[in-house]
């Protein structure tokens, strides 16, 4: 199992950046892939980018391809995501997820979430 506690939300004006980031309790952190998942009030919890184990894969929901960067460190048990070019839009509640296969981009894929950091975004 893998608790994960996610840092890094805020409060941002439209354009500005943010860096978010989610540390893992396992020990075998390094076997999971991992995923960025957000979810605005009222809508459902969608995919915004996911990593492989070996960080190798990465792959971006069109909605943030070019502006967000996943990446990770599994020496500090840690993946992030810098999020650049911010919109309105981008406001929601991210999530960090983890799985113990391949890289997926299905929220139902995933077995371990962490409870989220608030992101807004202001115009």
Same mark, same amino acid.
């Given at each position: 199992?893998?608790?994960?506690v996610?840092?890094?939300?805020?409060?941002?004006?439209?354009?500005?950046? =943010?860096? =978010?980031?989610?540390?893992? @309790?396992?020990? &075998?952190? $390094?076997?999971?892939?991992?995923?960025?998942?957000?979810?605005?009030?009222?809508?459902? /919890? %969608?995919? +915004?980018?996911?990593? $492989?184990?070996s960080? %190798?894969?990465?792959?971006?929901?069109?909605?943030?391809?070019? /502006?967000f960067?996943? $990446?990770?460190?599994?020496?500090?048990?840690?993946? $992030?995501?810098?999020?650049? @070019?911010?919109?309105?839009e %981008? &406001?929601? /509640?991210?999530?960090?997820?983890? /799985?113990?296969?391949?890289?997926?981009?299905?929220?139902?894929?995933? %077995?371990?979430?962490?409870?989220?950091t608030?992101?807004? +975004?202001? @115009?």
């Amino acid at each position: 199992q893998v608790q994960l506690v996610e840092f890094g939300g805020g409060l941002v004006q439209a354009g500005g950046s =943010l860096r =978010l980031s989610c540390v893992g @309790s396992a020990r &075998t952190f $390094s076997n999971y892939a991992m995923g960025w998942f957000r979810q605005a009030p009222g809508k459902e /919890r %969608d995919f +915004v980018a996911a990593i $492989s184990w070996s960080g %190798d894969e990465t792959y971006y929901a069109d909605s943030v391809k070019g /502006r967000f960067t996943i $990446s990770r460190d599994n020496a500090a048990n840690t993946v $992030s995501l810098q999020m650049d @070019s911010l919109k309105p839009e %981008d &406001t929601a /509640r991210y999530y960090c997820a983890a /799985r113990v296969e391949r890289v997926a981009k299905n929220r139902y894929d995933y %077995d371990y979430w962490g409870q989220g950091t608030q992101v807004t +975004v202001s @115009s």
